[in-house]
């Protein structure tokens, strides 16, 4: 009875987040877990998601023009469409990977378990749903049930992104789908200094580079849709209706998305600690939060190492210059453009400009710690900042325009728009006019015989141009958990 005093966009927008994000837990407990805990763990949730219902019960949206609704849906459609869901244009070669992982998820029973290596080691909350129905009516069916699972995420998504926008919808919108860092002027200066990714990837292996969504989203669209999920969510809940009692059990429920995501976000979310540890303190939280954590943060300590890690500070000059131009192109150019607009038109809230401070701040540290040969900390862990700061900038500059239409300002803030929007534009372009050895198709059928243990043969066909022979073992491992761990002895069934 509780659900029906807030307004049905609210209540469908809330209850979809929560089953996006908690269903494939669920199915994770029923399908993995020793059902002596597994049945108090499901307990747990479904009482601590009692109560987060319970506190969420009069929440009330404004929901966006119906033009706003059929162009989001629209744009979700296009952007499953370019990653290769469904599998009707190229996908990036990631999809190998993850293919194989929908293969195995489907054919086997679960937990999945490898003769000679171990079990099945990932993060699968994107992969569990659609696995399931792919068992039910057939593994033919998964291309076209992955795409319809990712849509309604996206659609999720851009939603939450109307809600942020409030008023400067539009504004938001345009943000997150076309802003990103100034990839023209760090490009500009690299190239003065005669540097290039292909060098940083034999010099710095760590490469320190902040992704756009779009970028993100044609290789890893199963961690972005969490991601951002999650993020959207805890940003309404902690600034704009100023409450805390539930984002520990939001965000722990993305760790089974992308834990790299959510640990970008938690110092965020602790920030908020010194002026709201009341709110902290609920049974969503203490509860919700610790079984979930505890059983997914079990389950990766069971996954082999990878051995890429470690502290990233440079070496070498030609090192000191792409970090340092990194850092200024993508993380201090976009705050101090947002800060001036804002010092001088106060176009944004005291709560946006702190969270823009504070999540430019850990991104900046990100970029000295390193986790994986591509760097899978940073690039995660700063996707789901990095949208926020380009949405709160897209409103921002909606805001410029109608304070001070037709002025100079405005006219240089177009010429900077161009410059920021310069790289996710021309991504999309691309997609239909370059067909690289890095895209391709690749559907889950013919991976019927293989599984996630493939051999370096398997790995040459596809990752050769990017990884040295001995790093094959490590690559191969990143979906495996070693059958000795406590956790595949005594918790898996």
């Given amino acids: 009875m509780f659900l029906r005093k807030g307004n049905s966009y609210a209540r469908w927008l809330t209850g979809g987040t929560l089953f996006y994000l908690l269903f494939p837990f669920l199915l994770f407990l029923a399908g993995w877990i020793r059902s002596i805990l ?10 601590s998601t009692y109560y987060f219902l319970k506190q969420t019960y009069s929440d009330r949206l404004e929901s966006a023009p119906f033009k706003y609704q059929i162009g989001i849906l629209l744009l979700a459609i296009y952007w499953c469409f370019i990653a290769g869901l469904g599998e009707w244009m ?21 937990p999945v378990r490898y003769e000679h290596s171990g079990f099945l080691c990932y993060y699968l909350a994107y992969y569990l749903p659609v696995a399931l129905a792919g068992k039910l009516i057939g ?43 100034f990839h023209l002027i760090r490009f500009g200066v690299n190239k003065l200094f ?5 060098m940083m990837y034999k010099t710095l292996p ?75 303190i609920s049974i969503p939280n203490l509860l919700g939060a610790s079984i979930v954590t505890f059983f997914l943060a079990g389950y990766y300590l069971a996954h082999y190492p990878i051995n890429a890690s470690g502290w990233n500070f440079p070496s070498t000059g030609t090192e000191f210059c792409f970090l340092i131009n990194t850092l200024f192109a993508d993380v201090a150019l976009p705050f101090l453009l947002v800060w001036l607009i804002h010092q001088r038109y106060n176009v944004l809230t005291k709560q946006q400009m702190v969270f823009i401070s504070i999540a430019s701040i850990i991104k ?40 001070v239409p037709n002025q100079w300002p405005v006219r240089f803030i177009s010429i900077l728009l161009i410059v920021i929007s310069f790289l996710p534009a021309y991504m999309h372009v691309s997609l239909f006019t370059d067909y690289s050895e890095t ?7 013919p991976s019927l015989n293989k599984t996630v243990g493939y051999t370096i043969n398997d ?35």
């Avoid at 597994?38 to 009482?47: E, G, K």
């Avoid at 050769?464 to 690559?475: G, L, S």
Wanted: proline letters at 5%; a positive charge.
């Fill in 459 to 493: 790995l040459n066909q596809f990752m050769h141009y990017r990884f040295k022979p001995n790093q094959y073992y490590d690559f191969a491992r990143q979906y495996i958990g070693n059958p000795d761990h406590f956790f595949n002895r005594y918790i898996l069934k």
């Fill in 139 to 181: 593994i033919q069916f998964v291309p076209a049930l992955s795409f319809l699972w990712s849509l309604g995420g996206l659609y999720i998504i851009f939603n939450w992104i109307l809600v942020i926008g409030g008023h400067y919808r539009a504004g938001a919108l345009l943000g997150f789908t076309l802003l990103s860092g």
């Fill in 90 to 110: 190229p996908q990036s070669t990631d999809f190998f990977k993850h293919n194989l992982v929908f293969a195995d998820l489907v054919r086997f029973d679960w």
């Fill in 194 to 198: 005669g540097l290039s990714i292909s």
């Fill in 206 to 280: 760590p490469l320190v580079y902040y992704p756009y969504s779009i970028k993100q989203w044609l290789y890893i669209p199963q961690q972005v849709l969490g991601a951002l999920l999650v993020v959207g969510w805890v940003y309404v809940e902690m600034f704009q209706r100023k409450r805390y009692t539930s984002v520990f059990y939001i965000s722990s429920l993305g760790l089974f998305y992308s834990p790299f995501a959510i640990i970008g976000l938690t110092p965020l979310i602790i920030a908020g600690w010194p002026t709201h540890w009341r709110q902290f």
């Fill in 364 to 403: 900046l540290l990100l970029a000295f710690y390193f986790v994986g040969y591509n760097n899978d900390l940073l690039m995660n862990a700063s996707l789901s900042l990095s949208s926020i700061l380009f949405i709160l900038m897209g409103i921002a500059l909606q805001q410029l325009s109608e304070k």
């Fill in 38 to 47: 597994a049945i108090p763990a499901c307990l747990s949730i479904l009482v």
């Fill in 439 to 445: 895209r391709r198709y690749a559907n889950v059928a």
